[in-house]
Nanobody, 118 residues
């Protein structure tokens, strides 16, 4: 599975950004799709995931501010990020796999930078 992410950028605190990721390749490898992020000097952490059946998972730090969605007509996922804060600054990586629990063992896209200024 190959993943192509887009939509990063620079925004002021309180603003919004939308990330998109499109996959090509195995259908089984895109049952679960979502995002990890890695801030400078920090470990990579999960952000949000969604399956083809609509099941979702969010990190506590983003629940209520971020919304993940996908069109089951195609292997693609969007992450709507609202009320962004400086601590959301990170490189965001699109991922896909067969389940949410094992998505980090699947395919990874190139990172896209999100910078939130205070």
């Amino acid at each position: 599975v190959q993943l192509q992410a887009s939509g990063g950028g620079v925004v002021q605190a309180g603003g919004s950004l939308r990330l998109s990721c499109a996959a090509s390749g195995s259908d089984d490898g895109t049952v679960a799709m979502g995002w990890y992020r890695q801030a400078p000097g920090q470990q990579r952490e999960p952000v949000a995931f969604i399956t083809t059946s609509g099941a979702t998972w969010y990190a506590d730090s983003v629940r209520g501010r971020f919304g993940i969605s996908r069109d089951n007509g195609k292997p693609a996922v969007d992450l709507q990020m609202n009320s962004l804060q400086p601590e959301d600054t990170a490189v965001y990586f699109c991922v896909s796999g067969s389940t949410i629990a094992t998505v980090n063992q699947g395919s990874w896209g190139q990172g896209t930078q999100v910078t939130v200024s205070s």
